[in-house]
């Protein structure tokens, strides 16, 4: 019987492990992959670049992955016979680096050094699994949105900075030196050359270097790049909406989230339903305007609104606006409103009173534009406390699960007596032909559940593929049968809708995370009213020359056509400042360190007689 320990032969994989080897150190030696300005111009020249990876740790897998395409199209473009250019570089700026230093100053404050963390708890035997994330709700057609999370790929899984250093092969000593923000500048960079060289990469190595103004030459490059941009008036300086830590104060973007990368905020508009009788259990109320405020995508519908859903079992405050004005909405979202000019004092909320959807029930409240006048709140039992307040206007002329939810009430008296509903506050309530739709008609949730043959609220998969062909195809092609706009496109009367509303003082404009936004320092985001300098990408002129200009690029292919022309769709006033991090600072505001915004191009104007910034420093062990 052969040895079932005896080892597999490596001789193969050797051998081309030393050819390998033998070829880098020809490519080294010969600087094969250095290219400077040709004298023969007539030769073809090709240039390929990388996304900066940012070095707040090793690459990983997914580098390697995009890194591959990249090489093997330079490669072949060499064999072609073209002049190949590859630089490379290492991204520094943001907030990444210097949370994590920072995080790590702290555990050496709290723990020591080495540091002593405590124990986690042991698991138990009634301990629940993790939920499963909520699918997320519909939100507007035209928003953008995305998940996805490059932390996950540099922590491990660690929960401490230390334990993160320590599993990306940091030596003990050297764990405390990374307290200091600028060594991580030094330290990683070197790691990835060498790792790439590893790989057999054709980098052009002298033209690599680091950003942020540790970096005089790009420093000056993204100065430059600033002060041109503010020249044309492409730079601004306003409120806007921002996702926003309150933790650190300052708006989070992407490459400070430690979750939620991605996510843009996502704009409602919260109608104000104010309660006609204040109840016994709010009679501390009394002399206050107290408003159940509804957030919803959609303001241009409000002409159709029979009721207002709320959830029973749902948790709600009675939260302080003003000195005349309460709202009524979930924790989470008056947390929102006060960073958005909505609360007596900035960032604070201030409950005078917590009340179930139970306490809600059967009130009467003013529905503005409503047909109606006066309509009354019932109970749904589908409505998620993570999105919007919490509380939900009724339009089932246009809302497939507002339809099948008053059908259920109509239809079923015990249903109704379950809650304590009176029959007025139901029965008279009859659909609203609001939007006519071509194609599906003027009242496109009944005729969508109709022929969908949904019979009930339990129906949730039919239902959400009601509610996206409304939604879609309601905006896109609907026209509105009733009020000021009627005649207009649903897209042109929304906003103007939305305006004349919050101009009336119906309504306010509200704003919220699509998603789950944390922060580098464990904070979850808020979306804030923030002054800020911004560049304003969405503006239609400077838009239509960028769309013009994609019409005459070549794509590798359509798909990445596609996913340009996406991105314009959504990007509009794009925060280039911060108050946290690393950066350059922006030329007029020296405090302020910004965001690059033309990463790449700096390639170009990193000549290969300049130094980079990492000059001899290297790491204090080999690479492995």
Request: with cysteine.
């Amino acid at each position: 019987m052969e040895d079932e320990t005896k080892k597999e032969s490596t001789v193969k994989r050797d051998t081309l492990r030393e050819i390998e080897v033998r070829i880098q150190k020809q490519w080294e030696e010969s600087k094969a992959f250095e290219l400077d300005a040709p004298e023969d111009v007539s030769k073809p020249k090709y240039v390929v670049t990388f996304p900066y990876p940012y070095m707040n740790g090793r690459l990983h897998l997914g580098h390697t992955f995009t890194l591959t395409k990249v090489e093997f199209t330079a490669g072949y473009q060499r064999l072609k016979g073209k002049q190949v250019l590859f630089p490379f570089a290492f991204h520094c700026t943001g907030m990444p680096i210097k949370a994590c230093a920072d995080k790590l100053k702290r555990e050496i404050e709290l723990y020591g050094n080495p540091p002593v963390f405590p124990a986690p708890p042991p698991p138990t035997e009634t301990e629940e699994p993790a939920p499963k994330p909520e699918a997320s709700a519909k939100v507007d057609p035209t928003a953008y949105h995305a998940q996805k999370s490059k932390v996950k790929a540099k922590s491990g899984g660690q929960q401490y900075q230390w334990q993160i250093m320590r599993s990306m092969g940091v030596p003990e000593s050297e764990i405390p030196k990374f307290a200091d923000a600028q060594h991580w500048l030094y330290y990683f960079p070197p790691y990835c050359q060498s790792d790439m060289k590893l790989l057999g990469v054709g980098v052009d190595w002298r033209r690599s270097f680091i950003t942020t103004d540790v970096n005089p030459y790009y420093d000056s490059f993204v100065r430059w790049q600033f002060e041109t941009l503010r020249e044309k008036g492409k730079i601004m300086f306003g409120k806007r909406y921002s996702i926003f830590s309150p933790k650190d104060n300052q708006p989070c973007a992407d490459h400070d989230r430690a979750s939620g990368e991605g996510v843009l905020p996502q704009d409602y508009t919260l109608i104000k339903l104010q309660i006609v009788t204040l109840p016994e259990k709010m009679r501390a109320l009394e002399g206050r305007k107290v408003y159940l405020v509804a957030a919803t995508l959609r303001p241009e519908t409000m002409y159709g609104q029979t009721n207002v859903w709320v959830l029973p079992e749902g948790e709600y405050g009675a939260f302080e606006i003003n000195d005349t004005d309460v709202f009524i909405c979930a924790e989470r979202s008056a947390r929102n409103l006060s960073f958005q000019e909505h609360s007596k004092v900035a960032g604070q909320t201030n409950c005078l009173l917590n009340v179930t959807g139970q306490d809600l029930i059967g009130l009467a409240v003013k529905a503005p534009l409503s047909v109606y006048g006066t309509v009354y709140v019932l109970p749904m039992l589908s409505i998620s406390m993570k999105k919007g307040t919490g509380i939900v206007t009724s339009v089932p002329s246009d809302a497939p699960d507002d339809y099948i939810w008053l059908e259920e009430y109509k239809k079923k008296p015990l249903f109704r007596a379950k809650y304590g509903l009176e029959d007025n506050m139901v029965l008279p309530f009859e659909i609203v032909p609001i939007i006519d739709i071509p194609g599906i008609g003027n009242t496109a949730a009944v005729s969508t559940c109709t022929s969908l043959k949904i019979k009930s609220p339990n129906d949730r998969v039919l239902l959400d593929q009601a509610k996206e062909a409304v939604y879609q195809k309601g905006f896109y092609t609907g026209v509105m049968l009733v009020g000021e706009f009627k005649g207009r496109t649903v897209q042109e009367a929304k906003t103007l809708i939305r305006d004349q509303m919050v101009a009336a003082g119906d309504a306010v404009v509200y704003s919220e995370p699509a998603d789950v936004v944390v922060s580098r320092s464990g904070d979850e985001c808020v979306v804030s009213l923030v002054d800020q300098w911004y560049i304003p990408y969405g503006e239609p002129e400077w838009r239509a020359q960028v769309e013009a200009h994609l019409k005459t690029m070549d794509f590798y292919s359509e798909d990445t056509a596609k996913k340009f022309n996406f991105a314009l769709e959504w990007l509009n006033q794009w925060a280039c400042s911060r108050t946290y991090g690393l950066g350059t600072r922006l030329p007029w505001d020296p405090q302020v360190p910004s965001h690059p915004t033309q990463y790449q191009c700096g390639h170009n104007n990193q000549e290969p007689e300049l130094k980079t910034t990492l000059g001899d420093a290297r790491p204090t062990s080999a690479p492995v």
